[in-house]
């Protein structure tokens, strides 16, 4: 397994699969009640020049989005929820440019369940058309897939993955209209709700197990399907060393802030099967591909 590394990125969101098709289209948009795709009503798009690896995705309490920092394809996996490896067709700008999105929809936006998209993806599906021009077909085809299964028959979980009692939604609520949220724990700590990855470290407060699947789709370069029969939300972390030591912005060693890590750790497979008593096991299976058939810089605002 290849373990990737996202330097720190905070990822507020589900994937799912959509159903493939053939035809060159614009981004399929849910219709609003008067007919019209579900679109944000404001947004600005501005391209990041920070020159820093940092990705977050942010929802927050009055209809309001956040991407920091992120490419195209980021928005592209968010939007359609796939995996970088299901898009195809990307010019060589829409990977190293990074971009800020601030947007409001117009009254809240109803939180959706990993697997599912709602609202928040039909309008970036919106967005995406509207200032990157985005037109695109999809390819189903039949490739190596994983899925994720308890390690043990009896059904007993590793030391570090249990039932959450965080209740998210109260959380949030409670927080409306009280400012911005409170930055997130620091490594280390434990993470209330989201779903956060670090160098040899990927921890989740209240999160679903199909969240960790989508990251591990990512980070195997497959499609990665829940099949534990683990429902409702988790608290786990996960220490692991990836098989690569990594870089940051060209420099070795860990920055301040961030975890070090440890060289003599399990691989992520192992850690997973030690510290979640979960197991990935190889088969095949279809997977839908999304070619890029139109795509431009975005409009400015």
């Given amino acids: 397994m290849k373990a990737s590394l996202l330097a720190a990125a905070i990822f507020v969101g589900v994937l799912a699969i959509p159903r493939a098709g053939l035809d060159a289209q614009s981004p399929a948009a849910s219709p609003a009640a008067d007919g019209k795709p579900l679109s944000f009503e404001v947004a600005a798009v501005k391209q990041n020049k920070s020159g820093t690896n940092f990705i977050r995705f942010m929802m927050l309490p009055g209809g309001r989005f956040n991407a920091e920092n992120t490419p195209l394809g980021e928005l592209l996996r968010f939007a359609f929820q796939v995996q970088p490896f299901q898009i195809e067709g990307l010019p060589a700008w829409a990977k190293s440019d990074r971009f800020d999105v601030t947007a409001k929809a117009e009254g809240e936006i109803t939180p959706t369940q990993p697997g599912q998209a709602g609202p928040i993806q039909f309008m970036m599906r919106t967005l995406l058309a509207e200032r990157f021009g985005l037109v695109y077909h999809e390819e189903t085809r039949e490739m190596p897939i994983a899925v ?15 039932k959450s009692t965080t209740d998210c939604q ?11 949220p409170p930055p997130p724990p620091a490594f280390g700590e434990k993470l209330q709700c989201g779903f956060r990855v670090g160098p040899g470290t990927i921890s989740g407060g209240a999160s679903q197990i199909s969240q960790l699947a989508q990251f591990l789709s990512q980070n195997m370069s497959r499609i990665v399907l829940d ?8 608290d786990f972390e996960i220490t692991y060393t990836p098989d690569q030591m990594p870089n940051f912005n ?4 860990t920055p301040p802030g961030l975890p070090a890590i440890d060289p003599n750790g399990p691989p992520l497979a192992t850690a997973i099967q030690e510290q979640l ?14 070619v890029i058939d139109k795509l431009s810089q975005p409009t400015p605002d």
């Fill in 227 to 234: 099949k534990t029969g683990l429902t409702g939300n988790y």
């Fill in 277 to 290: 008593g979960l197991k990935i096991e190889s088969q095949r299976g279809p997977v839908v591909m999304f």
């Fill in 170 to 180: 109260a959380l949030f609520a409670a927080r409306r209209g009280g400012g911005p």
């Fill in 148 to 162: 994720l299964v308890l390690a043990r028959e009896d059904g007993k979980l590793g030391p570090k993955l249990e």
């Fill in 250 to 253: 060209g420099q070795p060693g």
